[in-house]
């Protein structure tokens, strides 16, 4: 509903224009109809004069097809298994396209604390379909820690621990101390 649009737009009856403001609002629809499929949105903003100093701001919605996504390619994981990183995507192969189950997908790579860098990269296939690339940077998960005591009761005491929160790129962690 258009009425229903407009009530979460930055940019409201009676306000001084600013660009910045209408900028946000595009970036706003974009995502509102994304979500619902149309990967290939375009919102372009029509300013018509309907007074003195009095400007209407139209947004003229075209939506495209919807697209859905036809393979996730995952690359850059030498070590973590390709299971552990498809449960954390939000969009898996004939699922709808959406725009912030896109950024949520990153953001849940990012949060696992397995990687360094998380890219999606979309390839355009045609119309009506997509490809995501999963293009992943691991970082190092593990750990190697050591010490040595004198207690004069004991003597020389020695300590020897390893940690791993990535066991075998499975996902789980696991520690040794000695």
């Known amino acids: 509903n258009s009425d229903e649009l407009a009530a979460d737009l930055k940019l409201q009856k009676g306000d001084v224009m600013n660009s910045e403001w209408i900028k946000k609002d595009i970036a706003k629809l974009e995502e509102i109809v994304a979500d619902k499929g149309y990967a290939y949105v375009s919102v372009s903003p029509q300013t018509i004069k309907s007074g003195d100093q009095i400007v209407d701001v139209v947004y003229k919605i075209t939506p495209g097809e919807q697209v859905r996504i036809r393979n996730v390619v995952i690359s850059g994981n030498d070590k973590t ?26 953001n849940a790579l990012g949060r696992t604390g397995y990687f360094e860098d998380v890219q999606i990269v979309q390839t355009r296939v045609d119309n009506d379909k997509i490809d995501l690339e999963v293009a992943l940077k691991e970082t190092t998960t593990g750990s190697i820690t050591g010490g040595v005591g004198y207690g004069t009761s004991d003597g020389i005491l020695l300590n020897l621990g390893v940690s791993e929160n990535n066991v075998f790129g499975s996902g789980y962690r696991g520690s040794i101390n000695i």
């Not at 954390?88 to 004939?94: A, D, I, Q, V």
């Open 81 to 106: 298994l390709d299971r552990v990183i498809r449960r954390e995507l939000y969009l898996t192969e004939g699922n709808l396209y959406s725009k912030s189950d896109l950024k949520d997908s990153k």
